[in-house]
């Protein structure tokens, strides 16, 4: 059942020109900023030669393309999860949902994952780029391969933060500004914590950027992680409470 409702969500997404048009720009953006890195490297190729141990196509052009993807799905990401509760509730199709025979772990994993499906399809189109630089040069396979995890987990979280933002509310637009919201103060409340000793230690944990930065420098953290998945699935959790309270009070 759970592969059925991620199903459905992931066709309903591109049965609309939403996910098209997202897939669209997103890519013609992250082209631009890989032509970008491109040329800078090509730039400073003759300088690096004088380096110890100069930075190379990983570090200069792979990396940087990643930690933009990240940027830009931390952006799109309200416009691609405030429907998936939200568009229900405000359909009142909901309802029909809660009268069918699954659960509410069911629904939200179903959703969850259909979500998840179409994130990671834009993520593999954009690793086509970097890919792409294989045909004249070479890539560090152990940084890439870091980078490419520490987006994956961070696009997890993303989608479960938005899911969660969905189930508040009944008007799509509302659970958009939400997660925007949420996304936001996750990703600066990084600067709050600057200066602040102890207190301003525990501030910077809670920064959803901090910790995807260590992944694209290649440095693999199990407490990143850690904060990825714990909150990917308090999210989660929490939403399948919110929905078994919506079908108590029905």
């Given amino acids: 059942m759970i592969r059925t409702i991620a199903w ?50 990983t570090t200069l052009v792979a990396a940087p393309l990643l930690g933009n993807a990240g940027v830009l799905l931390l952006l799109i990401t ?26 509410m772990t069911e629904i939200v994993l179903g959703k ?42 961070f696009t997890s979280t993303l989608a479960a933060v938005g899911l969660l ?10 659970a958009a500004m939400g997660t925007f919201g949420v996304l936001f103060l996750l990703w600066v409340i990084d600067y709050a914590g600057h200066g ?16 995807f930065e260590p992944f694209l420098r290649g440095f693999f953290n199990t407490s990143n992680v850690v904060y990825y998945v714990v909150l990917s699935i308090t999210c989660l959790v929490l939403s399948i409470r919110r929905l078994d309270a919506d079908r108590v009070g029905t």
Avoid at 165 to 174: D, E, G
Avoid at 197 to 209: E, K, N, R, T
């Fill in 196 to 211: 602040r000793g102890p207190g301003g230690l525990i501030v910077a944990y809670l920064s959803i950027v901090n910790h």
């Fill in 112 to 153: 969850y994952l259909g979500i998840l499906s179409f994130f990671f399809i834009l993520v593999a189109l954009s690793l086509a780029m970097p890919l792409s630089l294989l045909m004249g040069g070479q890539l560090d396979w152990g940084m890439f391969g870091c980078g490419v995890l520490g987006l994956l987990l």
């Fill in 8 to 57: 459905r969500e992931l066709r309903s997404l591109f049965l609309s020109p939403l996910a098209f048009v997202i897939l669209g720009i997103s890519q013609i953006i992250l082209a631009r900023l890989f032509l970008g890195h491109v040329n800078l490297f090509l730039m400073i190729q003759t300088r690096l030669v004088s380096i110890p141990n100069p930075p190379g196509l």
């Fill in 78 to 103: 309200p416009l691609i999860t405030m429907r998936l509760i939200a568009d229900e509730r405000h359909n009142k199709t909901l309802t029909l949902l809660y009268s069918a025979p699954i659960s």
């Fill in 165 to 174: 933002v969905s189930t508040l509310t009944k008007y799509p637009a509302v």
